[in-house]
């Protein structure tokens, strides 16, 4: 899961590195327009629907923070 | 049409919209802050007894910014339909995203009485080096330049299709050190706005004064604005398409085109 993770943050924003243990948000590497994308394909990948309760920065702060909210919705 | 009161609304509508599990279309892309900002103004609004799809409407003096959240393209094109049936205010619409992204629905506003008013290109490099830019008149604004700057903006730019700012924006930017300007005796020539978020940068605004515009300043601005964010891995701003003059000088820092958009539609008062 963590692998296919990487690999959508990585197809949204090419430029980066997401395995560098940063956080996301506030090294500007996730903006609000990327997170939206990301929900969408993250719903498709895992044929989830993430609460828009859920769609908060602190869910997208790192690749294990974006894996347990996964995990949240039943995703093993 | 109703108020928004609070950003746990907005979280709630998503909610909603996603719980159709149809899929999730939408051209609401702020941040909280920025809709906290918008809440506290007392320009956010909602419609929202709509079937799988909720508008917004950030109102201006003059339009409304028009933003949705959507299941399906299905339920936006019955929800945009009534909205235009329904609604006489002059409305703007930005679309973002790739052109795949963008076509459909475009076309359901077009097919509802929104007219295509210009379009934007996203541009962006990676990481680089500059020399330092030192000239006198260039320096970071302060507080007393906030009307100013906020009068050379509603004057020049244009407000249908470039988002201008709040009053509370461009002192946020101005008190984060976000805005240069370059400043001859007491008269503003030219500014940069910008943000800076960890290792990405965007360019906001960029303005010389048309009668100073034979005088290198905007390369000052801009080289200045580079030597604060060197170290980012990337620099973003949008153009307009059609603006081929402005998209080679970019192309000659080093700036490519993305294929990524931005539709501005616009639907004329009854």
């Known amino acids: 899961m963590k692998d296919k993770v990487l690999e959508i ?16 948000i506030e090294e500007g590497m996730l903006d609000s327009f990327d997170i939206v994308n990301l929900v969408t394909k993250l719903d498709e990948e895992f044929g989830i629907s993430i609460d828009g309760m859920d769609i908060i920065p602190e869910n997208f702060y790192s690749v294990d923070s974006i894996v347990n909210l996964l995990k949240k919705n039943d995703v093993e | 049409m109703k108020k928004v009161s609070k950003y746990d609304e907005i979280l709630e509508g998503i909610k909603s919209i996603k719980d159709f599990r ?5 051209n609401f892309f702020f941040s909280q802050e920025q809709i906290e900002l918008y809440i506290s103004e007392d320009i956010l609004y909602k419609l929202d007894n709509l079937n799988g799809v909720i508008f917004y409407f950030k109102k201006t003096t003059d339009f409304i910014n028009l933003y949705f959240c959507a299941s399906s393209l299905k339920n936006l094109k019955k929800a945009t339909k009534f909205l235009s049936n329904n609604y006489s205010d002059k409305i703007v619409l930005d679309i973002v995203g790739t052109d795949k992204m963008i076509e459909p629905i475009r076309n359901i506003f077009l097919d509802n009485g929104f007219k295509f008013y210009t379009s934007f290109t996203r541009m962006s490099r990676g990481e680089y080096t500059i020399d330092e830019v030192s000239d006198i008149n260039l ?3 302060t507080e007393d330049d906030t009307n100013p700057i906020y009068e050379l903006l509603y004057n020049y730019f244009d407000p249908l299709s470039e988002q201008l700012p709040l009053m509370p924006e461009l002192s946020n930017w101005i008190r984060n ?8 005796k007491t008269n503003i020539l030219g500014f940069v706005i910008f943000d800076l978020i960890g290792l990405k940068s965007y360019l906001r605004y960029w303005f010389v004064s048309p009668e100073y515009r034979d005088r290198k300043i905007g390369s000052l601005l801009l080289r200045k604005f580079f030597k604060i964010c060197e170290g980012t891995k990337k620099q973003i701003f949008w153009v307009i398409d059609t603006n081929y003059n402005a998209i080679k000088r970019y192309k000659h820092y080093g ?3 993305e294929p990524m958009h931005d539709n501005i539609l616009i639907k004329k008062e009854k």
């Open chain 2, 22 to 26: 149809e899929g999730y279309f939408t």
């Open chain 2, 255 to 257: 700036f490519m085109e």
């Open chain 1, 9 to 24: 943050l990585t197809e949204i924003q090419p430029d980066f590195d997401f395995k560098q243990n940063i956080n996301f």
């Open chain 2, 139 to 141: 320096c970071i604004a």
């Open chain 2, 177 to 184: 050190n976000r805005v240069i300007i370059y400043r001859e």
